[in-house]
C-alpha cells in the first residue's frame, strides 16, 4: 500500500467510525440540523481535545504528523476496541510491514499442525495465511462446508469463496454476519501489511466483482480473532451450530487457525458424525 491508499484508508475508518456514535451517547444534544448519522468533525475534535481543523485534516487523509498520545484521545473519542486502536495506529503512524517476498508465497503446513488437523476430528478446521488464503483444512471442514481439494489452489481464497461460492452463501443462515468476521480479520492484515500492493488490488477486484463486499468492507470492522457462534444449514445434516474460535499461530507467516467447536447442547456434533461416516463407506 503506497502513501496516498494508506492516508485514504485512516480516511475511510475515521468517517465509518464517526458515523457511528450516536451524539447522545457521549452527552451531546442531537440537534434538529443533522444532515448525516453519527458525530460531526467538530464534536470528535472536542471530545479528543485537539483542533478541529487538525482533525479534519487528519480525516481528510493528509500527510500530517500524529502522535501515539493525540492518537490514543481519537481512538477515546471515537469510542475504538483495541484491535480499531492498533488499526489506526498502524495507518496513521504507518508502522505497517514492509515485506521482502517477491512474490505471494504459500506456506508450507508443518507437520505437527498436521497432527492437529487431524486430531480436531469432530472439529471444521480451516488454516489460512494472512492474505487468508486456504492452505489446510481438515476432513471435519472438507465435509461441511467445501471440498477445497476440489477447487484449483489460485481460488482458495476464503473471501473471494465465501462471496463467489453459491453453496457457501446457502449455508451460513446469516451469511452477513458470517463474511463480516472474516473481513474483520482481513482488516487487521489490511493495516499490518500496508507495503503490500496486493491488498489494494484484490480490494480492488472484490469492489469491482461483488457489490456487497464494498458495502461490507465499509463498514470499517476490526478484530484479530472474533468469538461467534455460527448457524449453518447443512444440504444433508440440516441445523448446525457451531461455536468459531479464531487462533493466530505464531511464526513467520501470520497462519491462522478458524476451528468450529460444535455447540454444546446441541445435535451438530452427532450429525457431523454421522455425515462423515456415511461420506467414507
Known amino acids: 500500500m503506497n502513501n496516498h491508499t494508506r492516508l485514504a484508508a485512516l480516511s475511510d475508518f475515521l468517517k465509518s467510525k464517526r458515523s457511528k456514535i450516536q451524539p447522545e451517547s457521549v452527552g451531546l444534544p442531537v440537534g434538529i440540523r443533522r444532515r448525516t448519522p453519527g458525530l460531526r468533525r467538530e464534536e470528535v475534535a472536542q471530545l479528543a481535545g485537539v483542533s478541529t481543523t487538525w482533525y479534519t485534516w487528519l480525516e481528510q487523509g493528509r500527510d500530517i504528523k500524529v502522535s501515539s498520545v493525540v492518537l490514543d484521545c481519537i481512538a477515546t473519542a471515537l469510542q475504538l476496541t483495541n484491535d480499531e486502536r492498533k488499526y489506526l495506529y498502524d495507518l496513521a503512524l504507518d508502522t505497517h510491514v514492509i ?29 489460512t495465511d494472512r492474505y487468508c488464503q486456504i492452505i489446510g483444512w481438515n476432513q471435519a471442514a ?28 446457502s449455508l451460513a443462515v446469516n451469511w452477513e454476519h458470517f463474511v463480516k468476521g472474516f473481513l474483520a480479520i482481513f482488516r487487521v492484515y489490511y493495516g499490518q501489511y500496508a507495503g503490500e500492493d496486493w491488498y489494494k488490488q484484490f480490494i480492488e477486484e472484490m469492489s469491482e466483482h461483488h457489490q456487497e463486499f464494498q458495502t461490507l468492507w465499509l463498514d ?37 487457525l478458524s476451528i468450529y467447536t460444535p455447540l454444546e447442547g446441541s445435535a451438530t456434533e452427532e450429525k457431523l458424525k454421522n455425515l462423515m461416516n456415511k461420506n467414507s463407506d
Request: a positive charge; hydrophobic letters at 40%.
Open 99 to 127: 515485506s521482502t517476498m517477491k512474490s505471494v508465497e504459500q506456506p508450507k503446513i508443518s507437520p505437527s499442525l498436521e497432527k492437529i488437523l487431524k486430531e480436531l476430528k469432530y472439529c471444521p478446521t480451516v488454516v
Open 142 to 169: 472438507a465435509h461441511v462446508f467445501l471440498d477445497f481439494d476440489q477447487v484449483p489452489v489460485e481460488e482458495r481464497n476464503l473471501i473471494r469463496l465465501v462471496f463467489k461460492r453459491k453453496e457457501l452463501r
Open 220 to 256: 470499517s470492522q476490526v478484530s484479530t480473532a472474533p468469538d461467534v457462534q455460527i448457524e449453518l444449514r447443512h444440504a444433508k445434516a440440516r441445523k448446525m451450530l457451531f461455536n468459531l474460535t479464531s487462533l493466530q499461530l505464531q511464526g513467520d507467516n501470520d497462519l491462522r
